[in-house]
DNA sequence: GTGGTGACGACAC
DNA sequence: GGTGTCGCCACCA
């Protein structure tokens, strides 16, 4: 599935994320094969905002299950879209992290 | 062209 | 087990 850019690909993988599930940085990261290159998905992410796409951003988090993008993506904001799914945030931490965990490189059968 | 930074992760101490 | 450091690669000053 690799497209023209690394940032193709996070976004491609992030918006296939189903609702109620969430993802890891280094899961998409790893799915990729660059799982050494984390922080290329967060800046793909971070370019998706900017670019005004309609990526649920709000889904990766970090390996820790924490909401460590929820400054850029809105304080409050990100959490609430996390709730609405049937979520449990604490401490802006998600309680349920590794039943709601999707792992591109498991669900997508790379 | 160089240096610093960043939505992270893994390892060392 | 918490803190520190390195690595990773692209972007910005």
Redesign the pocket.
Known sequence: MTNEN??ENVIAVVKQVPKGRVT????I?AYLG????????????????SSKSK?P??R?L???GLL??????GNDR?QKLLEAEGHIIENDELQNFMKVFWDPSKELAL
């Open positions: 690394f940032f890891s940085y280094g899961a990261a660059v799982k050494s290159s984390s922080r290329m998905v967060g800046w793909a992410l971070h370019n998706s905002i990526v951003a709000h990766v970090n390996r820790n460590t993008g929820k400054a850029h993506f990100m």
